[in-house]
């Protein structure tokens, strides 16, 4: 279902205020009002793909994620454990 769609619903046919619509969705007011009175097209928010810096991680953090939900409550190390490990690699993010 579309965007643009659940928003004319619930204006139209749920009656919804529009300072309830744009509480739900994020937008500003004006932009759901825009939304509203115009015929407009479904809006397409691309965002350009960027390297994260837990790209070179990701494998191996994803393997440790898994290990530790093979192992019982007690037995798994808690995030500060994993993010000492990454430090440890390398890794310079917060």
Same mark, same amino acid.
């Given at each position: 279902?579309? !965007?643009?769609?659940? *928003?004319?619903? =619930?204006?139209?046919? %749920?009656?919804?205020? *529009?300072? +309830? *619509?744009? /509480?739900?969705?994020?937008?500003?007011?004006?932009? *759901?009002?825009?939304?509203?009175?115009?015929?407009?097209?479904?809006?397409? !928010? +691309?965002?350009? /793909?960027?390297? /994260?810096?837990? %790209?070179?991680?990701?494998?191996?953090?994803?393997? =440790?994620? @898994?290990?530790?939900?093979?192992?019982? /409550?007690?037995?798994?190390?808690?995030?500060?454990?994993?993010? +000492?490990?990454?430090?440890? @690699?390398?890794? %310079?993010?917060?």
């Amino acid at each position: 279902m579309g !965007f643009l769609s659940v *928003i004319r619903r =619930w204006a139209l046919r %749920d009656k919804m205020p *529009i300072r +309830e *619509i744009a /509480r739900r969705t994020g937008l500003s007011r004006n932009t *759901i009002k825009k939304y509203l009175r115009e015929d407009a097209v479904e809006p397409r !928010f +691309e965002t350009p /793909r960027r390297p /994260r810096k837990l %790209d070179p991680y990701a494998d191996r953090l994803s393997a =440790w994620l @898994l290990a530790q939900t093979r192992k019982s /409550r007690k037995e798994r190390r808690n995030v500060k454990l994993l993010y +000492e490990d990454l430090v440890k @690699l390398g890794y %310079d993010g917060s």
